[in-house]
């Protein structure tokens, strides 16, 4: 793990590159092993250029918005869309937090966002375990006790066949929302179900 003075040396280094010498931040990522996106957050550390600093601000905001809702296990898709941006700039800012710590370069927001991720990523884990628990055996029971082939009950339904035989043995997965609804339409008791899938 590099020290703080090597950093330091190395992040004023970079900003020689760019300012003086014109490297842009994809050629000077090549040259120390950094990723084009680092580099500018580098550059925007040292004070170079101002749309630098802009556009660092404006991911730090975007971060600090994302921290709560990560926290509360939301996707990077559902916070996109609470926060009205894109999914792919929301997944952008935990990669880039990620390799900046994995660098030992990190600012505070970065941590908290990585933090809340793992936090959020728990949680959901926790929470679809114990949906897992809850929801399939209801429906290994049901889909048993109703004495109709895997095959009848697929044709019936919609769900493939070997779904609904993973599913009449115990199933290992937790079916998808629609799987739930359409054995609903077979058997009625999976109803009240469908929101736990």
Not at 34 to 55: D, K, M, S, W
Request: with cysteine.
């Amino acid at each position: 793990m590099p020290t703080s003075e090597t950093v330091a040396s190395r992040n004023k280094e970079m900003a020689r590159l760019y300012h003086e010498d014109g490297l842009n931040c994809a050629e000077i990522g090549r040259a120390y092993g950094l990723t084009r996106e680092r580099v500018r957050q580098i550059l925007a550390q040292e004070g170079e250029p101002p749309y630098l600093q802009a556009l660092d601000a404006e991911r730090e905001r975007i971060a600090g918005l994302a921290v709560p809702l990560f926290t509360q296990g939301l996707t990077r898709e559902r916070i996109a869309e609470k926060l009205d941006v894109k999914a792919a700039e929301v997944n952008h800012l935990v990669v880039v937090a990620r390799r900046a710590i994995s660098e030992g370069d990190a600012r505070p927001w970065e941590r908290r966002l990585v933090k809340a991720v793992e936090a959020g990523l728990q949680d959901r884990a926790e929470n679809h375990e114990k949906q897992r628990s809850q929801v399939l055996p209801v429906i290994t029971t049901a889909i048993q006790k109703s004495g109709l082939s895997a095959r009848a009950i697929a044709q019936k339904s919609g769900v493939s066949y070997l779904t609904v035989l993973s599913l009449s043995k115990g199933g290992k997965y937790l079916p998808r929302p629609n799987t739930v609804r359409r054995l609903a339409r077979v058997f009625p008791t999976l109803a009240k179900l469908v929101g736990k899938a």
